[in-house]
């Protein structure tokens, strides 16, 4: 399994991003997908997640309307669009799977903390005031 994340760059403050996650996998139905993203000097932190089925969950933060995941399961592909970008947004955003064809835990951001298995090496995304 490998995944690359890629749209990231540097934006202003107020702007909107579209981050891309492609996944190679022969069956992108049986993964859960999330981002994740890590700021200089702290620890990286879920920001979303989706399953197969296209059930979102959203970190605390996150959940406050300026960030939205998808996925093309045709295309391989789980999107992280971020909406009115702030400069604390700036870090690295990583996408991450995991083998979960049949969610039976009701998918938590505890949860998708800790179960990634696979990492992409992570897009920059730096927003300046």
């Known amino acids: 399994v490998q995944l690359q994340a890629f749209g990231g760059g540097l934006v202003q403050a107020g702007d909107s991003l579209k981050l891309s996650c492609a996944v190679s996998?022969?069956?992108?139905?049986?993964?859960?997908v999330g981002w994740f993203r890590q700021a200089p000097g702290k620890e990286r932190e879920f920001v979303a997640a989706i399953t197969w089925s296209g059930s979102s969950t959203y970190a605390e933060d996150s959940a406050k309307g300026r960030f939205a995941i998808s996925r093309d399961n045709a295309r391989n592909t789980v999107w992280l669009q971020v909406y009115n970008l702030k400069p604390e947004d700036t870090a690295v955003y990583y996408c991450?799977?995991?083998?979960?064809?049949?969610?039976?835990?009701?998918?938590?951001?505890?949860?998708?903390?800790?179960?990634?298995?696979?990492w992409g090496k992570g897009t920059q995304v730096t927003v300046s005031s």
């Open positions: 991450a799977t995991y083998f979960d064809p049949s969610p039976t835990v009701a998918p938590s951001p505890d949860h998708y903390s800790h179960v990634m298995v696979y």
């Open positions: 996998v022969s069956t992108f139905t049986d993964y859960a």
